[in-house]
């Protein structure tokens, strides 16, 4: 599923995910929990500014998310 997805922060991931609907519930440490009320999907985003979102978390979230890949580059 990692077809070619760009390298992202904390910050950009929130952006898309507030563009999909997506809103701040609360945030324990350094993960905040977003979800989104009209179909009950959660998402779970490590916040650690100044560092980029693992690969394999990315792929994870965007799944989380209900994204595919082509669909979340068009997003950023």
Request: proline share 5%; net charge positive; hydrophobic share 40%.
């Amino acid at each position: 599923m990692s077809q070619k997805l760009p390298v992202v922060t904390c910050r950009e991931l929130v952006r898309v995910a507030e563009r999909i609907g997506f809103a701040l519930r609360r945030q324990k440490g350094s993960h905040a929990i977003y979800s989104r009320a009209s179909d009950n999907l959660r998402v779970v985003i490590p916040m650690h500014p100044g560092r980029d979102i693992k690969l394999k978390t990315l792929v994870g979230i965007i799944e989380d998310m209900g994204l595919t890949p082509d669909t979340f580059r068009e997003l950023l």
